[in-house]
C-alpha cells in the first residue's frame, strides 16, 4: 500500500514568489494535515482538511493557505514568499479525525 | 488549549541501558496521545498511541509508554536502547476526538555504543 506522498521533494524559490505544495494522502483516508518544520521550531500545526473542508488552522498568516480535493489530495500554497518561510513542510494523513497521521516524506522549501 | 511539553531536548543512554523519554500534556478533554520519531531527513514514523484502556502501550521497536494521568504525562520507554534507536522523538496530543493534532518540540535521543 501507498503511503503519503508529496511533490515535489524540493523547491527553491525567490522571497516574493508563491510556492505550491502537494500532497496525496493513503488511499481511503479522509483527513490531511500540513505541518513546518523549521530548524529548533518542532512541528508547528499549519492546516487541518477533512472531506474537503478545513476544520482547524495554526497560528500562520493568511499568505498561507491550502484545499483537499475530491480525491481527498491537498495542496497548500504559500504566496509573497519570505525567507522565513524556509523549511520542511510535512504533510500527513488519517482515517478519520481520531486515527493516528501517517506522514508523507516531506517538501524542503528553500527561500532566497 | 492543548499543549504539549518535552522538557528534555537531548537525551543520552548507553547502549542496552532502559531510555525514557519524557512528555506532559494540557487538554480540556480526554487525551489522545502519539509518540512518532523521525530520522535524519525522513519524514515522521507513528511508534505508537493512547487513545482508552490500559495505561501501558506497546508500540514498535519494542517501544511503549505509560500513561499518567493524575500526573498528565505520556514517557515513552524501552527495556534495552539500541545505537539504531538514536533519531528524533515527538510526543503528540489530540484534545479528544476530531481536534487537531498539537506536537512537542521533540527530544534527540542519542545512544552510544
Known amino acids: 500500500e501507498a503511503g503519503v506522498t508529496q511533490s515535489p521533494t524540493h523547491l527553491i524559490k525567490t522571497r516574493g514568489q508563491q510556492a505550491t505544495l502537494r500532497c496525496s494522502p493513503i488511499?481511503?483516508?479522509?483527513?490531511v494535515y500540513w505541518y513546518q518544520q523549521a530548524l529548533g521550531l518542532g512541528l508547528q500545526f499549519l492546516l487541518w482538511y477533512d472531506e474537503g473542508e478545513e476544520r482547524n488552522r495554526g497560528n500562520f498568516p493568511p499568505r498561507f493557505s491550502g484545499r483537499q480535493f475530491p480525491n481527498y489530495s491537498s495542496e497548500l500554497n504559500v504566496n509573497a514568499l519570505e525567507l522565513e518561510d524556509s523549511a520542511l513542510y510535512l504533510c500527513a494523513s488519517s482515517l478519520d479525525g481520531i486515527a493516528e497521521a501517517f506522514f508523507g516524506q516531506g517538501t524542503r522549501l528553500t527561500v532566497v | 488549549a492543548q499543549s504539549v511539553a518535552q522538557p528534555e531536548d537531548q537525551v543520552n543512554v548507553a547502549e542496552g541501558n532502559p531510555l525514557t523519554v519524557k512528555c506532559t500534556y494540557s487538554?480540556?478533554?480526554?487525551?489522545?496521545l502519539f509518540w512518532y520519531v523521525q530520522y535524519p531527513n525522513r519524514g515522521l514514523q507513528f511508534l505508537l498511541k493512547y487513545i482508552t484502556g490500559d495505561n501501558l502501550v506497546k508500540g514498535s521497536y519494542g517501544f511503549e509508554a505509560e500513561f499518567n494521568k493524575s500526573q498528565t504525562s505520556f514517557h515513552l520507554k524501552k527495556p534495552s536502547a539500541l545505537v539504531s534507536d538514536s533519531a528524533l522523538y515527538f510526543c503528540a496530543v489530540r484534545d479528544g476526538g476530531y481536534q487537531k493534532v498539537t506536537f512537542g518540540i521533540g527530544t534527540k535521543l542519542q545512544v552510544i555504543p
Open positions: 487538554v480540556s478533554g480526554n487525551p489522545y
Open positions: 488511499s481511503g483516508h479522509t483527513s
